[in-house]
T-cell receptor, first 117, second 111 residues
Framework: EAGVTQFPSHSVIEKGQTVTLRCDPI?????LYWYRRVMGKEIKFLLH????????ESGMPNNRFLAERTGGTYSTLKVQPAELEDSGVYFC???????????????FGPGTRLTVL | RKEVEQDPGPFNVPEGATVAFNCTYS??????FFWYRQDCRKEPKLLMS???SGNEDGRFTAQLNRASQYISLLIRDSKLSDSATYLC????????????FGPGTSLSVIP
């Protein structure tokens, strides 16, 4: 079974530009999460989708970040306009059906390393 | 105070040593607990879930003390391949599931 995949693996952009990150969760997983690790800090939660709905977006840093999961399959995270402090590794994770509350093991993708110059 | 705290590390131990990592969490609504390992420049991977009764998987033993809000991971007979950062992860179940990562503890197993 394919794991969580993310694209691109690396992105280098200039301040003010737009970048869109993509995450393909494990097939059949209802839950999709976005996290970010800024250098020297712990991994921080950004938001959580259940199917196509945003369940919790309390971790989104500001309105320059927009996440979507149309159709409840893959998700995109757009940063517009990017700032220097957005640099970091963005991880996506997925887990199984929301109804199975005890099945909350999250499987992580390899991450997208974003550098804003 | 951070919601999840871990030993600052790094831990440098010889092969064959036993090493223990500690983790504390502050939110009493925390319900699920995990240890993940993260290799350099890789994604976190689940090592084991942590249950109140304690659980063991080969050389790895995890313990949970809900009263003290404390989690531990014991690695026996350390191997070179155990070198990684170990992340304590807590799932807080309120209206939503919220996952909180600890800062991680780095382990280097030395030949």
């Amino acid at each position: 079974e394919a794991g969580v995949t993310q694209f691109p693996s690396h992105s280098v952009i200039e301040k003010g530009q737009t970048v869109t990150l993509r995450c393909d969760p494990i097939s059949g997983h209802d839950n999709l999460y976005w996290y970010r690790r800024v250098m020297g800090k712990e991994i921080k939660f950004l938001l959580h989708f259940v199917k196509e709905s945003k369940q919790d977006e309390s971790g989104m840093p500001n309105n320059r970040f927009l996440a979507e999961r149309t159709g409840g399959t893959y998700s995109t995270l757009k940063v517009q306009p990017a700032e220097l402090e957005d640099s970091g590794v963005y991880f996506c994770a997925s887990s199984q059906a929301y109804e199975r509350r005890n099945t909350d093991t999250q499987y992580f993708g390899p991450g997208t390393r974003l550098t804003v110059l | 105070r951070k919601e999840v705290e871990q030993d600052p590390g790094p831990f440098n131990v010889p092969e064959g040593a036993t090493v223990a990592f500690n983790c504390t969490y502050s939110n009493s609504a925390s319900q699920s607990f995990f240890w993940y390992r993260q290799d350099c420049r890789k994604e976190p991977k689940l090592l084991m879930s942590v249950y109140s009764s304690g659980n063991e998987d080969g050389r790895f033993t995890a313990q949970l003390n809900r009263a003290s809000q404390y989690i531990s991971l014991l690695i026996r007979d350390s191997k070179l391949s155990d070198s990684a950062t170990y992340l304590c992860v807590v799932n807080i179940k309120t209206s939503y599931d919220k996952v909180i990562f600890g800062p991680g503890t780095s382990l280097s197993v030395i030949p």
